[in-house]
């Protein structure tokens, strides 16, 4: 007698394997490839902003995932070639519009009197915006000037009084709604402003998301707050003044350029990431010191806390 096993080797049972999803490894390596990259100064590009700009290509990447990429080694290829198309097809508008150079920013034109203010307290704040902010010529009596372009569904709130000689002066952007990547229209998205230079003033900037330049050479800084957002921060001081200042950092890097005509001091700290600090500086645990700073007439004070990305410190040669 003889018995014989019904699954024999002869009728294999067919069981499908189901193939497990390759999305999120390869966002998580190309996430660090990117950070890398930017890191090591690479890239000239915000991988940050592209992110927050761009995120709609992760709901595709998923669904494709999702309809095609677990099926069979076609669909995956198919889906695999897809992802590499949209991913360096972003990579390449981001690198356009974060590259792309302040020209005329054409817009909505920005300016406010000063009404016989002596000193001023201004407030700037973008949402997703690139900024460049410097000082005016020919301002005259105007506290501030200049072009803001603004996405289609964002608006300008504007608020200005006068108290006791000093103007109080908010220039800040809202949403109506969520503002999607603009793919490429380069022009949406661009403040470019100009401060009087001769005014006293206390300045407060948030740059939300998007690069910021804030060329602060020629202007008569009392006070001084930059909370940055997700974005590179470029921030040059003033070339003289005696005020303190204080600098926040959120995702990106930061590069304060210190004029050779001003003294500083900068305590940091660093969050996650890490502080390169020009070696004419004096060094004393978490605080960095011109060797003149005690008794120089034009000096600042600085605080610096990082968030994620890098903080530089520059030496500028301007005398």
Do not use: C
Not at 104 to 116: I, T
């Amino acid at each position: 007698m003889y018995s014989y096993n019904t699954m024999s080797s002869s009728q294999p049972a067919k069981q499908e394997r189901k193939r497990s999803s390759l999305f999120g490894p390869l966002v998580l390596i190309g996430v660090g490839i990117m950070l890398l990259l930017g890191n090591l100064d690479v890239l000239d590009l915000n991988f940050w902003q592209l992110l927050f700009r761009f995120w709609p290509i992760f709901l595709i990447g998923a669904g494709l995932d999702i309809l095609l990429g677990r099926r069979a080694n076609g669909g995956f290829l198919i889906v695999l070639l897809l992802l590499l198309g949209l991913i360096f097809g972003a990579i390449w508008l981001g690198y356009v519009e974060t590259t792309t150079p302040f020209g005329v920013v054409h817009g909505e034109v920005v300016s406010q009197p000063l009404n016989g203010a002596a000193r001023a307290d201004v407030k700037i704040a973008t949402s997703v915006s690139q900024m460049r902010l410097a000082a005016g010529e020919g301002l005259n009596d105007a506290l501030l000037g200049g072009n803001v372009a603004l996405h289609p569904n964002e608006e300008l709130d504007r608020q200005f009084s006068v108290e006791a000689g000093t103007a109080q002066y908010t220039l800040q952007s809202s949403s109506r709604s969520l503002i999607l990547p603009s793919f490429g229209r380069s022009n949406e998205g661009m403040w470019d402003l100009q401060l009087n230079r001769l005014v006293p003033t206390e300045l407060t900037v948030s740059t939300g998301v998007g690069s910021a330049i804030l060329d602060l050479q020629q202007l008569n800084l009392t006070g001084l707050q930059v909370d940055a957002g997700v974005g590179k921060v470029e921030i040059t001081l003033p070339l003289a003044g005696n005020f303190e200042g204080e600098i926040n950092g959120g995702v990106g890097g930061i590069t304060i350029k210190v004029p050779d005509t001003m003294a500083v001091r900068i305590e940091a700290s660093t969050g996650i990431g890490s502080i390169n600090v020009d070696s004419s500086l004096l060094k004393d645990g978490n605080v960095y010191q011109s060797p003149s700073y005690e008794t120089a007439a034009n000096r600042v004070n600085l605080t610096v806390s990082g968030g994620i990305g890098a903080i530089a410190v520059e030496q500028v040669g301007l005398r």
